[in-house]
């Protein structure tokens, strides 16, 4: 019940929380049947968060079990669709044991063909590349078609998730899913010898994961990395010029997949260069072009006036908390998520002139941080209009290398 209570109010702050959250490959996502969703961990629980609320499926998820403190923490979280598995730092060996329990969930959660989402890495680091999987998705799948002669398949999904700045409000998230894997094809493998089993598809799944996963090279700066990824979408996705093989070649460099060479720095010096002028693609673009001034950004402004408080209680929150990429953000989310939840209990306390403010300006949220998106374009346009004719020219020259 816990679970489709919060899942709307979770979904309405994403919505905004994030300038653009796109998902490719859902028709991966098998309607009907067992699946297990093999995802990287860059965050502590934005990415189940975004796939609960942004895919058609209902979710079951395995979190630390260090996070089922007490009845209630465990009462709160089973009702989220959580399962507890434990690690040695949560109890010792003793603790191990407890995962049988959560393993044989998992099995009934799969014969009802029930789909379970996986952090697949185990540990949360906020990297640009994936880390080596843990071998739970496979024992999962494997055990659960040993176990049960009655579950005909279990399909493994590889979901990539990819942050443009995770730490950031209004930045960007690309989720891909990938073809599923098919654990029935591993079975006889595991029926012969578990660990190879489960190893051969560990190896498959990481595989599969890491196409979906954006790669930056580990000696370069991943702040110039981030605007590189941005130009990268904008150019790929938004732009008008340029062929589809252009458009698929620059989505096969943002991914870091073959046929890109990391000696290729030239979407690299582009995006170097718009940061060094303060502006981004879609400024450039936009600039000399007269764009008028946004108007209605101001009424935005007004609008947004209620949330302020929240946002700067959810911020003094996320600063008191781990001071990490993988928590910060996360942590501020939630907090502006339970905040919204608790407005409710305000309408009814408030003037009616008030709650009638602060429910406009909550259904609103999104569009009126759009119109405020306007505004720093509007910005930018002025800026990239301010620009010397020569470096104009060489901007847009390396724009139109880009894609040609």
């Known amino acids: 019940m816990l679970y489709y209570l919060v ?26 049947a067992p699946v297990i969703l093999a995802a990287n961990h860059p965050t502590a629980f934005l990415e189940p968060c975004i796939m609960a609320c942004f895919q058609p499926r209902v979710l079951h998820f395995l979190a630390r079990g260090d996070l089922f403190v007490n009845q209630l923490a465990s009462v709160t979280l089973r009702g989220l669709n959580m399962l507890p598995v434990y690690r040695i730092q949560d109890g010792g060996y003793g603790k191990l044991t407890e995962n049988y329990a ?11 063909r029930k789909a379970l989402m996986i952090l697949a890495e185990g540990r949360c680091i906020h990297e640009k590349r994936l880390r080596t999987l843990r071998k739970g998705t496979a024992r999962i799948a494997l055990g659960a078609l040993d176990s049960d002669s009655a579950i005909p398949e279990v399909y493994i999904v590889p979901v990539g998730v990819n942050f443009t700045a995770a730490a950031k409000v209004r930045s960007s998230v690309m989720i891909r899913c990938g073809a599923p894997l098919r654990a029935s094809a591993y079975l006889a493998g595991f029926r012969h010898n578990e660990a190879a089993g489960i190893r051969e598809l560990t190896g498959d799944l990481e595989a599969a994961l ?8 580990e000696r370069d700066s991943d702040d110039l990395y981030e605007s590189r990824v941005t130009v990268l979408r904008e150019l790929a996705v938004n732009s008008t010029a340029g062929s589809a093989d252009s458009r698929d070649r620059l989505e096969r460099e943002l991914t870091g ?11 690299l010096r582009y995006a170097a260069r718009l940061q060094q002028n303060g502006i981004t693609d879609a400024g450039l673009m936009a600039g000399g072009k007269g764009k008028k001034f946004p108007r209605m950004g101001l009424l935005a402004v007004l609008l947004l006036v209620p ?19 993988e928590f910060y953000s996360p942590v501020r989310f939630a907090t502006v998520a339970v905040g919204t939840l608790l407005y409710l209990p305000l309408l009814f306390l408030l003037p009616f002139w008030l709650s009638a403010y602060l429910v406009v300006s909550t259904i609103l949220t999104r569009w009126s941080l759009r119109q405020i998106d306007a505004l720093l374009l509007w910005r930018e346009a002025a800026l990239a209009a ?6 104009k020219e060489i901007l847009l020259e390396m724009r139109r290398i880009l894609l040609d």
């Open 386 to 391: 301010k620009l010397s004719l020569p470096e």
């Open 7 to 32: 899942r709307p109010v979770a979904r309405h702050v994403l919505s905004y929380y994030f300038k653009e959250i796109e998902i490719t490959g859902l028709e991966h996502i098998p309607k009907d």
């Open 210 to 217: 890491s196409a979906q996963v954006i790669r930056f090279p």
């Open 257 to 267: 997949l073959a046929g890109y060479s990391p000696d290729d720095h030239r979407s």
């Open 307 to 325: 949330q302020l408080p929240l946002w700067m209680l959810a911020e003094v929150i996320a600063l008191k908390g781990p001071k990490t990429i």
């Open 102 to 112: 959560t393993f044989r969930e998992c099995y009934t959660a799969l014969a009802g």
